[in-house]
């Protein structure tokens, strides 16, 4: 550890993060940039991660696709519920992802239903490019709050033609 007599301009900071209460349901990630006069580091950068929670809740919170193969169909399913039962509507659903083809998502019930739940169920191609599959699925209730579902996954390399892999 340095000596702190070596470094007498370093203090302890609190810092103290608040949050806006209207940000989309769903995983929370944002950097916090300081800037400082120590000489070895004139910035730093604090990481703020987090869930924000409502009544509407999906189960799980983050869906993870299996390792598989470029250019291979899936399918994933996840429940999207009230907790206090009490129904609503959503009202749109949008797959972003670069690596995910004739993305869709089918629920039951049907869009803009009023229900307590609802079954979800996203399918797709993966894409032909092998690497980190990163998506997120925004889901828009009746009353324009909005619902983040990340999905994780990783793309494997295609195997060389004649390696019988």
């Known amino acids: 550890m340095d000596d702190p007599a070596e470094r007498p301009y370093l203090k302890e900071v609190v810092v103290e993060v608040n949050l806006v209460a209207k940000g989309p ?30 009544d509407i809740e999906t189960s799980p919170r983050v869906l993870t696709l299996p390792q598989r193969k470029p250019g291979q169909p899936f399918s994933l399913e996840f429940e ?9 509507a959503i009202f749109d659903t949008k797959l972003e992802s670069e690596k995910i083809e004739n993305p869709g998502v089918i629920l039951k019930p049907a869009l803009g239903t009023l229900a307590s739940s609802y079954g979800v169920r996203i399918t797709g ?17 009746e009353d324009d709050r909005t619902i983040l579902l990340p999905i994780w996954g990783y793309l494997e390399s295609a195997p ?3 390696t019988g892999n």
Do not use: C, H, M
Not at 35 to 40: F, H, K, L, Q, Y
Not at 125 to 134: K, L, N, R, S
């Open 125 to 141: 191609v993966t894409a032909a490019a092998p690497g980190p599959i990163d998506a997120l699925l925004r889901v828009t209730l």
């Open 160 to 162: 060389a033609a004649g």
């Open 80 to 88: 999207l519920r009230s907790r206090t039962v009490k129904d609503f």
């Open 25 to 54: 349901i769903g995983p929370l990630r944002a950097d916090v940039v300081l800037e400082t006069n120590a000489p070895d580091a004139r910035t730093v950068v604090l990481t703020v991660a987090g869930y924000i929670v409502d």
